[in-house]
């Protein structure tokens, strides 16, 4: 049960305000929206311990057994705690909100259904603006955001915005969504259904197949000493279709790519960087492979590598000796911060997690991480000369964690805490003091399991600060 009063977050650029609440029966309007609780039924067991309270969503003619007004103004960016009562009489209510934005009216249902309505449906026919709300039972706290198009949402930020700048959702072993072992298995869905719902940090590891044959492209899809899938190979190659295809579509968007090297082979670093240099990333793909933090004008429609690995001799000298692509060879292993050698990448990648309670340590890592991203500012336009010498490091911070030996700290297990844990914290504690607001990249498992891309919507969201620092 929530507290007994309603706060709301303003998360957009724009003021914001409460101008109507209706309040309805849920018992009453499940009777005549039995489909509708049908298809949520499954999920609904499957996601008791999740942030949102899934259940039957309301239908448009449902019928209010109360109404008031209301007249709550939400500066942005601020968080106000109403006098409106959740529930009158059981906390199987709902509430309906109508929310005003410079004159457009908005509607929203809390407790809010994923599926159906964290996408707030607007009451005018021509509508501006486009509002997502994400709604914290536990707390009775509802957090409103800009609603990028999650395909194309980098196309509304400048070009001259550093990267790394950014609020990026990512996913850990992006491409372990087949079937396989609860301990490999790490996504819901495809590689291209994460970049269609706004995820552009993929991570990658791979396995040269024939590494001592230079004729040979082919990179198999592992995830540690395991194939990611348990019916046959999966290939690097099918992958980048996807993402070609993606891009292709929307050429607004930048995708990175962080790749490393791992399985049984005995295959070598400078091999990897070989055969992708000659076979993938070569100078008339659409890979960006120079080896400083880029602009959004830079990399828009490509891919952006980011290494972990090392490279052989040749590939040191390219760009005037500089070396290839984003370098995360120095990568440190299971730490809750640390900065790669070339102070490009700050990461936090705890992950062994010999104990379930050691959930509650990954959670407070992930938490300090978006605080230490959270606070920088980063250039807003084009480097002058005296910041072109400084690094602007991309805040790189892995939500995954887990344990082989131990069920519960599978994989899905731990996305089932850690995932909702930063969604609470994004919307009612994210503060980016004196910095940009920035969240990183937070790269997460489990990404949209049973149609849930909150965690997503609200990284996104969070650059709605930065994009109106931009434009003043």
Sequence with gaps: MGADFLSIRNLTSTPIELKFVERFSLQEESRGNILTLAKNFSRLLANSTRTNNIEGGLSNDAIPFDQEQANVRIEPFTTVSTQIRVFSYSDKERLGLTIEVEGEKHHVQIPVTTLESAIMRPLNE?????????YITQESHLAIFSAANPNAWMRELGDDLLLSALSIPGTHNSPTCRLAAPSVRC???????QLENGVRFLDIRVQPQYPDDPTRDELLLVHGAFPISLTGNSYFRELLLELDEFLECNPSEAVIISLKREGTGRSTDEQLGRILCEHYAHPHSRWYTVPKIPTMGE???????????????SLKKEHNGRGWAIDGSGWADNSPNATCTNADICIQDFYELPQTQNIGKKIQFVMEHIERASANRYPLGILSPADSDKHYPFYINFLSAGNFWKVKTWPEGVAAKVNPATVDYLCRKHDGKDGDWSTGILVTDWAGQDGDWDLMRCIVGMNAKLKMMYDT
């Excluded at 996504?187 to 259904?193: G, H, N, T």
């Excluded at 990399?299 to 001799?313: A, Q, S, Y």
């Design 299 to 313: 990399v828009r429609g490509k891919i952006v590598l980011l290494r972990r690995f090392d490279i052989p001799e």
């Design 126 to 134: 021509v509508a501006r603006f486009k509002l997502v709300g994400v």
């Design 187 to 193: 996504q819901a869905v495809s590689p291209r259904e």
